[in-house]
């Protein structure tokens, strides 16, 4: 199947036809003049699926049980598998950075190919794919699942922040940083703790919030409190795009004292005088100072710049223009999408790629035996709000941001037996049978505990 093809007759022709493009692209110089490769392969499979992280860890295991071994290539480039839902109670000491990966060889299903390289140049109209090692993969079916990238070298000063030792400044969003995140906490005694939630779609939307409950708890805990003034600034309208929650949660940062302020967005870090810059979105170009002893920074994020260079592949907003209900390229018809890549207008967590799972495995082998897609996604996703250190709101919810629970309980409280689920069944339902291509997400567990429910709530 993989033909070795030497250097000068390639298939990635594209890359050569056309030098003047690609001249000031330092990446794609380093691979024309590389003497590390001799050869460039091209490649040939039934699904290319690009990326390895939940989405796609998922759906090759599900394509490549079906299709059999290697009709399945994975493109991804990275060493470690990280379950990011473990990030934010890393940052709060609940777990530690170790516990929340293993490696691509580990959870890559047997079955499919991986070719650990990065996707750089997407031609949907020649079925192809170029990676950054130069070889060209050619497929008869597409999944983007490339996830998200953080951009913290978008807000000026703060990616020099967080690489000072012993700073005030930490995220959770990233493995290089999260660990910095308890470090930061345990050395603060006093001042000013501020939250940021950016100005661009992310991942797990609840996450900056998480944080801010969890800091809060970690200071009543050491009867530290009253020394730390907490302030959440976000980006977004609202606290929580669903209102259900979102009346929870209100009350919550009202009993706790923390201060709320919505349409701010952070702008720049001046940390040699530990101020953030804020802008208040409803009045641009009107700048706020504030003082920080520990900044929390959530990054702006996008899909990844090689694929939005794609334009015939995203939409408008740099994602993946898909059908929001079979998840099928809404101009190529074997293309598809998953999870945070995706521009289906759902929130982007694990677990509306668990739900979209199923739809797009179905949809894309229909589309295989030239069948009409059935399949649809309601735009399930669930955010476990982790409340503090023994507490956590499941909220579960659809497009219509109108909340679809799974448990006969009133998931808009904080209780224990959501925050035992979210921090110990979790990982195990993620590596046991999310990345095996087992978990459909808990629509069926849904339908089976309704028969638990008050009529009211089903
Ligand atoms: C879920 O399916 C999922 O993906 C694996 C998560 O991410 C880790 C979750 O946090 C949650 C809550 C779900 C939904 C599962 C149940 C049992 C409600």
């Not at 030239?370 to 399930?380: E, I």
């Not at 956590?392 to 909340?403: G, K, T, V």
Request: with cysteine.
């Amino acid at each position: 199947m993989n033909s070795r093809i030497p250097l000068g007759i390639r298939q990635c022709n594209r890359l050569l036809a056309t030098p003047i493009y690609y001249a000031n692209e330092a990446s794609t110089l380093t691979r024309l003049f590389s003497t590390s490769r001799l050869h460039y392969e091209r490649h040939e499979c039934i699904v290319l699926v690009v990326g390895g992280g939940s989405g796609g860890c998922a759906m090759a295991a599900k394509l490549s049980s079906h299709l059999g071994k290697d009709k399945v290539i994975v493109l991804e480039p990275e060493d470690k598998h990280y379950y990011q839902p473990m990030f934010t109670l890393i940052g709060g000491g609940m777990k530690r950075l170790e516990h929340s990966y293993k490696t691509m060889a580990d959870v890559l299903p047997k079955k499919a190919k991986w070719l650990k390289e990065k996707a750089m140049e997407f031609d949907p109209d020649n079925n192809t794919v170029c990676t950054s090692g130069g070889d060209t993969i050619k497929y008869d079916f597409l999944l983007i699942a490339t996830g998200l990238q953080l951009k913290y070298e978008k807000i000026p000063g703060l990616a020099e922040a967080l690489e000072i030792p012993n700073g005030k400044v930490c995220s959770i969003y990233s493995p290089k940083y999260v660990e910095g995140v308890y470090d930061l906490l345990r050395r603060t005694n006093e001042g000013n703790l501020i939250f940021t939630f950016p100005a661009s779609p992310v991942k797990c939307p609840g996450a900056p919030q998480k944080i801010v409950y969890i800091v809060d708890h970690y200071f009543r805990k050491l009867g530290k409190r009253d020394k730390v003034n907490i302030t959440y600034n976000t980006a977004l309208p609202v606290l929580f795009g669903v209102k259900h929650y979102a009346d929870a949660l209100w009350p919550i940062c009202k009993k706790r004292n923390i201060t709320v302020n919505t349409r701010r967005n952070l702008v720049e870090v001046r940390h040699a005088e530990d101020i953030a810059v804020f802008e208040d979105l409803d009045h641009p170009g009107q700048l706020f100072e504030e003082k920080y002893s520990l900044l929390h920074a959530v990054p702006p994020m996008s899909a990844p710049d090689d694929l939005t260079k794609c334009r015939k592949l995203v939409n408008e907003a740099g994602f993946v223009d898909v059908n929001n209900s079979t998840l099928q390229h809404v101009r190529y018809s074997n293309v598809f999408a998953i999870g945070d890549s995706s521009g289906s207008p759902n929130s982007k967590t694990a677990a509306a790629a668990a739900a979209q799972s199923p739809v797009v495995y179905r949809n894309m082998i229909a589309a295989m035996e030239g069948k009409p897609l059935t399949d649809v996604y309601d735009g399930y996703a669930s955010c476990p709000l982790v409340t503090g250190y023994s507490t956590c709101i499941l909220a579960e919810f659809d497009y219509n941001l109108q909340p679809l629970e799974t448990f006969p309980v009133a998931q808009n409280k904080e209780r224990y037996s959501m925050f035992i689920m979210k921090k110990d069944f979790m990982p195990l339902l993620y590596w046991k049978l999310m990345l095996t291509g087992y978990w459909n997400g808990p629509g069926l567990m849904r339908k089976l505990l309704g028969v638990f429910k008050p009529s009211k709530s089903k």
